[in-house]
């Protein structure tokens, strides 16, 4: 298989280059052009320009949609602190900041084990598994009833209506740590400008390169709080502590509830609407269980103490609840449910995000392309995937408008999708073959052209109709052709 020549490392930028799929042993070496390929042992100057790209990356990615949701968490542990730094609020970003590096080596560790078993996988693979869809929605439900005040998890860490302003009480690490392990979690289904193709690098390189690469992107992800949890001074124009934080984290409930309802459309996506049904019943007896721990056990709703058999009666009935709750949910394989198959092409133009996208779209597959670019037809293929937030936006604000489905339409282009949401190993493939082990990726095949053009990883409409654009329209195509023809006297 061949390299891809065009977009690279830095899709738009030049210099780096995706990896060649057939290169051995990985690394990679200089080519004529001053660009780098990937055939042989990396120099060092190419890996930390890799992991410059990968913490620059990892930098931007807070600034992705789904990321969003866990950026009010630490928000509202720095206006704790009133603006004023201390060691409590050092070591609390220090303790984000490591949950943040541990869970990206978490994350290289178990790619680069499977790696080694010969298995295909790639960024947000876990997202491809319908127990891990519905577990985090799960999670995302229970974090949304924290903050509505349902029930507490610590009291120092969610009465925030409640600080001593003078206290100097020891900052919750563990929830520090465990809110920059949540920040990746909900992060690996975006990958943000420079990231995916700096992880394209760890395809073909040396465990100790791909660490590297892995834990730049951890640092760059993690930059800013730990800045602000040193240099807090930027926060000041936050009002100091006080009833507006109970406020505020009510209000951070509701972009928790919204990522729980996304994850449930994901699951739909994957198994079917009765898993999207079954997660429904199971929220609802999580909320259950939590209203009961919060009533009776910790009286977070000013209630008068619950004694003896009631509090023992609502424990056993709240470990019931949730136990039960997380059994309805659990999805069971989609391999078994009727019609959600996994596989890819034919097998799932009737499922997936083909069902959910415009008629304009047709399965993937390498055939296909080779049989579109046989006829001369220019191809668009939209690597993607249901869990996939870019993907979506991407989608929903260039993709799919009318006008650039009537644009391609003019051009005869041929609109395929790689739909990623289920693990695809010819998917997982084709995206090493250009140095990605993620989505999104786009690609314009055009008529003349070997190779195709790699699109960035969030478009905008004017960026498609610049790469269309040295495409003709059908209608101009056929004119000339006729004008040729009478030209000639035929």
Known sequence: PRAAQRGGLLPGLGGLRAPSAGAAGGGVSLGDNGAVSYAGSATAGTLWVAALFGAIGGLILNLMPCVFPVIGLKVLGFARHGGEADASSRLGAIAFAAGVVVSFWALAALLLSLRAGGEAAGWGFQLQSPAFVASMALLFVAIGLNFSGVYEI???????GRYDVGSRSSHPLSGSFGSGVLAVLVATPCTAPFMGSAMGYTLSSSPFEALVVFTAIALGMAAPYLLLGFFPQALRWLPRPGRWMETFRQALAFPMYATAA??????????????VFALAIGAVLFALAAWLVGRFLQNAHGAAPARGAIRSFAGALAAAAFALG?????????ADAPGMASGSGDERADSGVSRASTAAWEPWSDERVREARAQNRPVFVDFTAAWCVSCQVNKRLVL????????????GVVRMQADWTHRDPRITEALARFGRNGVPLYLLYRPGEVEPLV????????????ALASLPRIADAGAARDSGARSTGL
Do not use: H, K, N
Request: charge should be negative.
């Open 154 to 160: 610590g009291v120092s860490m969610t009465r925030l």
């Open 400 to 411: 799919e408008r009318e006008s650039m489905v009537r644009e391609m339409a003019e051009r």
């Open 262 to 275: 996304w994850l449930a459309w994901v699951l739909g996506q994957q198994a079917g609407i009765d898993a």
């Open 326 to 334: 997380v059994w309805t949910a659990w999805p069971a394989d989609p």
């Open 455 to 466: 699109l960035p990883e969030l478009l905008t409409t004017g960026m498609v109709r610049e």
